[in-house]
């Protein structure tokens, strides 16, 4: 019986259920629409990592994670080391250069590249042909609106596009390694050396040897990138701004089910003076509003991961190369646990001004 | 008809409201005796206490002195929640204004006293009947806003006896009904009292409604002060 009162009361008044699912649903968007975020950048770095076909990548001693960016500090002396190490079948250089964050360009040797990866699968055009030419993947190239024989302007300077690949391997914006090692006046030097083996199985064997002979260069196995790329994330705060977003989420949930939930219980003065006179305890007002606060934090829930599926098209449509966004789907329940906290406590100070109404007074309300 | 037995009891009832810092007397030391299965009829002008005395003997608000028992239950010493207790099942009111939950059905506006009464949701055989004498049977299913004033009325009527109370409060019941739905309401009331020995106590303004009692009680300024 509490439940159908609580739903007619939700469907009495459908704007304010509407605009209450919605002011509850932004702070799970914002929630959802972050760790969707973080997921879909980590997956995306890791695949496009794992394109390379590589099976091992050593960084310079300065690096502080597998894939973060800062000078090129290795010699390109240790491509011709490494190549001659056991079970290594081939190594490629790449030099990293952020652009606009998250974006870094790429300088790779295409035939380097070539014959790690396999090659790139050019949807027009093709390799570089001049020093300042670029290869973008149709993502880049959709979010810049860019063709083939376009000018494009990268790192204060025109460069020419050559090719539009598939993507998936590497950055999104690759061009001739020599060049952009002149750029960051790092003629010679690297930012990452890629090594792929024999076979697969080696890794560990061959990680474990170049760990004897590198000691103070920081070693990663493709497989234990992920691991890798997620402390990485955290190493940049981000699990603690999702926990104050979570906080935010709570405090809005909270306040906005307070109000929401006092107006309604001014607005029905009246009908509870009438439980009342029907023998209605404190504990039955009380549950009624509490009950009503949680489904609209359910619908609050409800709303928000609808609007994280708006905001992934809206963000994949506007910024296809910079940003990623999948559906976490396990976070849903975290969202709706912090939603239906918020809305608990914004249900105590109306539920118990509700309870301690006077029966008589609430019955002469108008 | 009454049966004897006095099932309220009202003796040297005082109650007195605190409005801002003064004192304001609503009832004066009032003297009542109801037999069960009787209908009384309260009237009396605006202020005399009448409304007071009924929200006493309903356990809507406490006595400030004086005793008062309703069915066996002496209300001056029972708790806020012993008297939440009382209106579950002693007490049925029915007020001027409806007072039917707007967003719920006829059907949903009586079940919903059964389930605050702690019983089934579907009532007995016996309320069936009376649902057929109130004449609502068929107009269950609509909310408030779809009846008229007097098909409210006796939806008030149904709720405030679904649980089968011992006391039935009346407070104006057709103080906003025209003259047809006047004498219904006054009929059924008659007839609850008449079929199925209910005990009534109707507050009233109008002399006609008064004479459906089987006594009229007269208060003027928070007394007693005729009965007939």
Request: net charge neutral; proline share 5%; with cysteine.
């Amino acid at each position: 019986m509490i439940a159908k009162i609580v739903l007619e009361n939700l469907k009495h008044k459908p704007m304010r259920s509407l605009l209450s699912f919605l002011l509850i649903g932004v702070p799970v968007t914002l929630i959802l629409t972050l760790v969707g975020l973080s997921h879909g950048m980590l997956a995306d770095s890791e695949r496009r990592t794992r394109g390379t076909g590589a099976d091992i990548l050593v960084r310079g001693s300065n690096a502080r994670t597998a894939l973060s960016t800062g000078p090129a500090t290795l010699s390109e002396k240790f491509l011709d080391f490494l190549a001659h190490q056991p079970h290594v079948q081939s190594v490629m250089g790449v030099i990293t250069h952020s652009i606009e964050l998250p974006l870094v360009v790429n300088g790779v040797d295409l035939d380097q590249f070539n014959r790690m990866s396999g090659g790139l699968q050019y949807l027009s055009g093709g390799g570089f042909q001049g020093p300042y030419d670029v290869i973008l993947d149709r993502y880049y190239a959709d979010q810049k609106k860019k063709h083939v024989g376009d000018p494009i302007e990268l790192m204060n300077r025109p460069w020419h596009v050559c090719g539009i690949v598939d993507g998936g391997k590497l950055a999104h914006v690759l061009v001739p390694l020599k060049t952009l090692q002149m750029l960051d006046s790092a003629t010679g030097k690297l930012s990452v050396i890629y090594l792929k083996l024999d076979n697969p199985a080696n890794t560990e064997m061959v990680k474990a040897a170049l760990d004897q002979q590198l000691p103070d260069y920081p070693i990663w196995s493709i497989a234990d990138l992920t691991s890798q790329l997620q402390e990485g994330l955290n190493n940049q705060g981000l699990n603690d701004f999702i926990a104050v977003v979570m906080g935010i989420g709570v405090v809005i949930g909270f306040a906005v089910v307070c109000l929401s939930m006092y107006m309604a219980v001014l607005q029905r003065t009246r009908e509870i003076g009438i439980l009342k006179s029907l023998g209605g305890s404190k504990l039955f007002i009380a549950q009624i509003i509490w009950l009503e606060a949680l489904l609209l934090g359910v619908g609050g829930t409800v709303f928000g991961i609808l609007m994280s599926y708006a905001a992934r098209w809206a963000i994949v449509t506007l910024k296809p190369a910079s940003f990623q966004v999948e559906i976490v789907y396990y976070w849903w329940p975290i969202a709706a646990a912090i939603t239906l906290i918020g809305a608990s406590l914004g249900a105590l100070y109306p539920g118990l001004s509700a309870a301690r109404h006077d029966p008589i007074e609430a019955l002469a309300y108008e | 008809m009454s049966d004897g037995r006095a099932i309220i009891e009202v003796q040297q009832l005082e109650k007195i409201y605190r409005v801002g810092k003064v004192d304001v007397p609503a009832l004066r030391g009032v003297e009542l005796s109801v037999q069960a299965g009787e209908f009384l009829s309260i009237v009396g002008p605006s202020g005399s206490g009448k409304s007071t005395l009924f929200h006493i003997i309903g356990g809507l608000t406490p006595p400030t002195s004086g005793r008062v028992r309703v069915d066996g239950n002496d209300l001056a010493a029972m708790s806020d929640a012993d008297r939440t207790r009382l209106r579950r099942r002693t007490v049925g009111f029915v007020f001027q204004k409806f007072n039917l939950l707007p967003n719920l059905t006829a059907r949903d506006n009586i079940a919903v006293a059964r389930h605050i009464a702690g019983l089934d949701r579907k009532p007995t055989p016996q309320f069936e009947e009376i649902l057929q004498l109130l004449g609502i049977a068929s107009r269950l299913d609509h909310k408030p806003n779809a009846l008229s004033g007097g098909e409210q009325q006796r939806i008030a009527i149904a709720r405030a006896i679904v649980n089968h109370p011992a006391i039935l409060l009346a407070d104006e019941p057709t103080g906003n009904l025209d003259t047809e739905n006047s004498k219904a309401v006054l009929e059924i009331l008659r007839d609850l009292n008449e079929r199925m020995g209910q005990t009534v106590l109707m507050i009233t303004h109008n002399p006609e409604a008064a004479a459906y009692g089987h006594h009229t009680v007269h208060m003027r300024d928070g007394r007693i002060i005729e009965k007939s």
